[in-house]
């Protein structure tokens, strides 16, 4: 993963040296959106073991670089954030065992937008693929038996939103979706769960051009 993180750093720097393009460096938060289904885990016999809800997806943040090449009134703008996030999860235990307990998982991801937009004086209107490359997770399902976690090295999703440029400082805000399930690395008692939603999200950044 590192090495994926630096490569995709030097190309954003080659870029920018070669090209009559703007350089920045942004910073931001962002809001989970997802309503899904519980989801009822059964072990190896095929009997009822843990209820597994949702408790609260919480705010991410996250800050990197963003490059801007224009072409007359249209540009490119390939970014590049870490971003870490973290969401909450109810667990009861049907057995009786822990009870019922909020458990939480924080991840890390190499978020890789690839924006092409539309400029309206100082608006812009904005859209475009987005790569998620995994970068890490710690978690505190890990202390129920038989919970493993299997996350995929990259998964793509899409931006679409706004921008508006001021001086050398620009801010824009994008509703994101993606096209993988939430919860899709939840693996327990070697069976593979998901929940019955996609997460969407509301990404808000503000940065400089230098």
Not at 8 to 31: D, E, F, N, W, Y
Request: hydrophobic share 40%.
């Amino acid at each position: 993963m590192f090495r994926t993180t630096l490569l995709s750093l030097l190309l954003l720097l080659s870029i920018s040296l070669t090209a009559q393009v703007k350089l920045g460096i942004g910073l931001g938060m962002s809001t989970t959106e997802v309503d899904p289904s519980d989801l009822l885990i059964t072990d190896n016999t095929g009997a009822q073991n843990l209820l597994m809800k949702l408790e609260s997806a919480n705010y991410g943040i996250h800050a990197g670089l963003a490059l801007r090449i224009p072409i007359k009134k249209f540009f490119l703008q390939p970014e590049l954030y870490i971003n870490s996030s973290s969401v909450d999860f109810r667990v009861q235990d049907l057995n009786g065992g822990f009870g019922e307990k909020v458990f939480r998982e924080k991840y890390q991801h190499l978020d890789i937008p690839f924006l092409i937009g539309y400029k309206l004086g100082p608006l812009r209107l904005q859209a475009g693929p987005t790569g998620h490359v995994f970068l890490g997770c710690q978690s505190q399902l890990d202390e129920i038996e038989g919970y493993e976690k299997v996350f995929e090295d990259l998964s793509f999703g899409w931006q679409g939103g706004l921008g508006l440029d001021i001086w050398k400082l620009w801010l824009e805000l994008n509703y994101e979706g993606n096209f993988s399930r939430f919860g899709d690395h939840i693996k327990l008692f070697g069976k593979d769960f998901a929940f019955d939603e996609s997460p969407t999200r509301f990404v808000a950044t503000l940065g400089y051009f230098f």
